[in-house]
């Protein structure tokens, strides 16, 4: 495996990392700290670093939830986690980030919650992470924010129907379920709609399509980004609205997946990545 741990020192520390040269967008600040793909108990849940701990404690914004509160400690490099989502599971973090989100960018979002340490490479919370994104975002930019915790809950307990490895056993990627989820829930779908149900079961075939064009095996983060592509695209043509989509995505979770397609995939870059973000 390739070591990244000379890049450390010029990845982003904060959420909006993923701001890159020509607004492009890198994933997963964290895992490139290490090889370990469990965090240690000690060390900073969004980057692995040290701890440090201040004599007297200061005002910080957990990188998370956002809230503001007084700790003395933080990671070497300013990461601050809160008490609370320190303790949480995966999925309450993809909604806590989600609910706390205040960008219409998907993939921004997105990015804030591929930092913990917490996500796996592949596992179903990515089921339940496509429509909380996507929520989030188009209630951000719609200014709706008062229906984002309804329909991020709804998208939690119908995105923990789809199990694991559906998209090998079932022939249907949780992601692209996941996008299917999101426009049944923002139309407000169910089995006897007419349009609504076109446009979810649409949302799901052209997410679906994509992913599958690509081939496998699968992984959950080439499938989560064109699954987040095509939900953009989607809102853009079937409903008139137009959240940023960023024109370079590229992952960094490579070297973490040991069948990532390589070359043949469309958000494979080779490291060294630039950092120019210029932020904390
Ligand atoms: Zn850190
Ligand atoms: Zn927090």
């Known amino acids: ?17 993923g701001l890159y040269r020509s607004s492009r967008y890198f994933y997963s600040s964290s895992l490139l ?27 910080m914004e957990c990188s998370y939830c956002q809230q503001k509160s007084l700790s003395g400690t933080r990671c070497v490099k300013g990461h601050y986690i809160c008490d609370r989502c320190h303790r949480m599971d995966t999925e309450d973090l993809i909604e806590v980030i989600c609910l706390r989100s205040t960008e219409n960018n998907p993939f921004i979002i997105a990015e804030r919650i591929f930092s913990s340490q917490k996500v796996k490479v592949h596992g179903p919370e990515h089921h339940f992470l ?17 229906k984002k915790e309804r329909g991020i809950k709804i ?35 169910t089995p006897l709609s007419r349009e609504e149900w076109r446009m979810a079961n649409l949302m799901t075939a052209r997410a679906l399509e994509q992913i599958a064009l690509h081939g496998g095996p699968r992984c959950c983060k080439r499938n989560t980004f064109l699954a987040l592509q ?15 989509e960023p ?23 080779e490291p060294p990545f630039e950092d120019i973000s210029g932020k904390r």
């Open 1 to 17: 495996m390739v070591s990244y741990k000379h890049l450390g020192d010029n990845l982003p520390n904060s959420p909006e990392v």
């Open 155 to 189: 998208a939690r307990h119908r995105a923990g129907m789809v199990k694991g490895g559906f998209c090998g056993l079932l022939g249907d990627c949780g992601a692209a379920v996941g996008a299917g989820i999101f426009i049944s829930i923002v139309t407000g779908a």
């Open 33 to 59: 700290h290490s090889h370990n793909m469990t965090p240690s108990p000690s060390g900073c849940l969004m980057c692995g670093s040290d701890l440090e701990y201040l004599a007297d404690p200061e005002e």
């Open 230 to 244: 095509e939900a953009i695209r989607f809102l853009v043509k079937e409903m008139g609205i137009r959240l940023p």
């Open 247 to 269: 024109g370079g995505i590229y992952c960094r979770f490579s070297d973490q997946n040991t069948e990532c397609l390589k070359e043949r995939c469309p958000f494979f870059r």
């Open 130 to 146: 496509v429509p909380a994104v996507m929520i989030a975002a188009l209630y951000n930019h719609t200014q709706e924010t008062g």
